[in-house]
């Protein structure tokens, strides 16, 4: 088993975890009655067709990839100029904070960047990859679970997606080993 094993399973936990602390500070200001305006919006385009869903599911996979690469190239350079890796980790996080505050995000974009960064450096650039692309394709894509409503496809597609994204993670997580055990029994994939 390498290192780098389990940077998918890490990334895409991380990512719903983020989802569900978001989602209970969303739920408990609209329980709390606050007046707070919510940041949430969808792609306009994801919520079409299933075709377009699945489109942009590429396109966040691209956009965050490059976004990463971005991130470690000013780290690099950042760490060149420093020679201290824990300086550049700092004035990388305030850079992309300030950019995120800076353009008229929510505030709570500065610690989406932070999250992602620590993920970079500790962790590694898959998971980082993984963390940004899940937790943008979770957030910004209608999900439910009626399936009356005229977007339940697309939230099939998603949820698909990042289920998909998790069981890679696991398995690949395992190194080898077998996934329900010992070979005993019917679940067992093995020939022992």
Not at 144 to 166: D, E
Request: aromatic content about 14%; hydrophobic content about 55%.
């Amino acid at each position: 088993m390498t290192p780098d094993s389990r940077d998918v399973l890490i990334g895409v936990l991380a990512a719903v975890g983020y989802i569900a602390v978001v989602s209970a500070g969303t739920t408990l200001l609209v329980l709390l009655n606050s007046r707070v305006q919510l940041p949430r919006q969808f792609f306009p385009w994801a919520m079409v067709s299933v075709p377009s869903a699945i489109a942009a599911i590429p396109w966040n996979v691209t956009r965050w990839t490059v976004v990463d690469l971005g991130a470690i190239f000013l780290l690099y350079l950042v760490r060149t100029l420093s020679k201290r890796r824990w300086v550049a980790e700092i004035v990388v996080t305030i850079v992309f904070a300030a950019t995120a505050l800076r353009t008229g995000d929510h505030p709570a974009f500065a610690f989406i960047w932070a999250a992602s960064l620590v993920l970079l450096c500790r962790v590694g650039f898959l998971a980082a990859c993984t963390f940004d692309t899940t937790r943008y394709t979770l957030h910004y894509f209608p999900l439910t679970f009626h399936p009356s409503a005229w977007y339940f496809s697309q939230s099939v597609v998603v949820l698909t997606f990042c289920a998909g994204l998790a069981v890679y993670g696991f398995y690949i997580s395992l190194g080898g080993k077998p996934v329900f055990g010992r070979g005993r029994g019917i679940l067992s994939f093995s020939e022992e």
